[in-house]
């Protein structure tokens, strides 16, 4: 079965313009997560939705939003993009959150 | 606030040798912990799911363990081989409200299997 994708893979961006990253999980998985990944602070929680909810939100400010479709595809927002922005963003699917939690291969973006 | 810390954070080995990578965490009340992988420049496989009420979980090479009251796990990788090359972290699940959870990574073990 298809695994946990995102696209785009690849972007750059200029500072004060916005994003959006999309994920569509495993099918029959309805909890999504995002976490964003760099090399000083390495993986950091930034929300998860189940069944078109926001169950939960790290410590990141307004500007990163997200939502959650009818068919559990997920999109993550950025807006007003700073250059500590740059980093890999990853999307992770699970049934629930006792089962095992699949991630995708990431959107590596960066901001110039 | 969850802290997760993995030692060492490097490991060079040749090939062949059996090792084993750590992880600590210090609120022993999780729900799962979870070993994942992860190549250069790519996204995180799953390799073990061990649930809080076992104490192991195998996987062919691969053997993590759990011990919730000491707040560590081990994963123990048999017969090293270069394909096994990567960076190697440990994540903590914590059960939130409404059947919400988080994920609280360690920085992870760099691993390099000489051939």
């Known amino acids: 079965k298809a695994g946990v994708t995102q696209t785009p893979r690849y972007l750059i961006k200029t500072r004060g313009q916005q994003v959006t990253l999309s994920c569509s999980p495993i099918?029959?998985?309805?909890?999504v997560s995002w976490y964003q990944q760099t090399p000083g602070q390495g993986l950091q929680f930034l929300f998860e939705y189940f069944s078109e909810t926001q169950r939960n939100k790290g410590n990141f400010p307004g500007r990163f939003s997200g939502r959650q479709f009818s068919n559990s595809r997920s999109e993550m927002n950025v807006s007003t993009l700073e250059l500590g922005d740059s980093a890999l963003y990853l999307c992770a699917s699970s049934k629930t959150a006792g089962n095992t939690i699949y991630f995708g291969e990431g959107s590596w973006l960066t901001v110039v | 606030k969850q802290e997760v810390t993995q030692i060492p954070a490097a490991l060079s080995v040749p090939e062949g040798e059996n090792l084993v990578l750590n992880c600590s965490f210090t609120?022993?009340?999780?729900?799962?912990l979870q070993w994942f992988r992860q190549d250069h420049g790519k996204g995180l496989t799953s390799l073990l799911l061990?649930?809080?009420?076992?104490r192991e979980q195998t996987s062919g090479r691969l053997n993590a363990s759990l011990d919730k009251s000491s707040g560590r796990s081990t994963l123990y990788i048999a017969a090293s081989q270069p394909g096994d090359s990567a960076t190697y972290l440990c994540?903590?699940?914590?059960?939130?409200?409404?059947?919400?959870?988080?994920?609280?990574f360690g920085k992870g073990t760099k691993l390099s299997v000489i051939p």
């Open positions: 099918s029959g998985h309805r909890s």
């Open positions: 061990i649930q809080s009420s076992q």
């Open positions: 994540a903590v699940i914590s059960l939130l409200w409404a059947g919400s959870y988080q994920l609280t």
């Open positions: 609120d022993s009340a999780i729900y799962n």
